[in-house]
Nanobody
Framework: QVRLVESGGGSVQDGGSLRLSCTASGFPDSYYCMGWFRQAPGKEREGVAVMYDQPPVTYYTDSAKGRFTISRDPVNGTLYLQMTSLRPEDTAFYSC????????????????????WGQGTQVTVSS
C-alpha cells in the first residue's frame, strides 16, 4: 500500500525559507513520478513541481522557477521541496503526490493526475 506523509510546513516571513518533506512507503521500485501541489483558499489546486530519476529530471511552474527546488533521496525515497524567497502568495496547503513513471511525468504538473496523495501540510507566508 502506497503511503505519502508530508511535514515541514509552518509560518515564515516574506522572503524566508522552508523545506517540505514527503516520506514515501509501499513503492515496489524507484521508477516513479513525484510532485508537489498547493491549494490556496478560493483557488484551484496548482502544480508546483514534478520530478523523476534516471537521470533526475525536474520541472517547475513559472512562479516557482529560481526559488523552489524539488529533489528526492534515492536511498529512502523521501521527496523534498526546498522553498526560498517565499512570498505571501505562496501561502497554501501543500501536498505531495506520486504516480508510476509513464510517458508524461512533466505533463502531470498541469493535469494533476496522480493516483497517490499525501495528507498535506500548511505553509503560511506573512508580509
Amino acid at each position: 500500500q502506497v503511503r505519502l506523509v508530508e511535514s515541514g510546513g509552518g509560518s515564515v516571513q516574506d522572503g524566508g525559507s522552508l523545506r517540505l518533506s514527503c516520506t514515501a512507503s509501499g513503492f515496489p521500485d524507484s521508477y516513479y513520478c513525484m510532485g508537489w501541489f498547493r491549494q490556496a483558499p478560493g483557488k484551484e489546486r496548482e502544480g508546483v513541481a514534478v520530478m523523476y530519476d534516471q537521470p533526475p529530471v525536474t520541472y517547475y511552474t513559472d512562479s516557482a522557477k529560481g526559488r523552489f527546488t524539488i529533489s528526492r533521496d534515492p536511498v529512502n525515497g523521501t521527496l523534498y521541496l526546498q522553498m526560498t524567497s517565499l512570498r505571501p502568495e505562496d501561502t497554501a496547503f501543500y501536498s505531495c503526490a506520486a504516480a508510476r513513471l509513464g510517458i508524461s511525468c512533466i505533463g502531470r504538473l498541469d493535469r494533476g493526475d496522480f493516483p497517490h496523495w499525501g495528507q498535506g501540510t500548511q505553509v503560511t507566508v506573512s508580509s
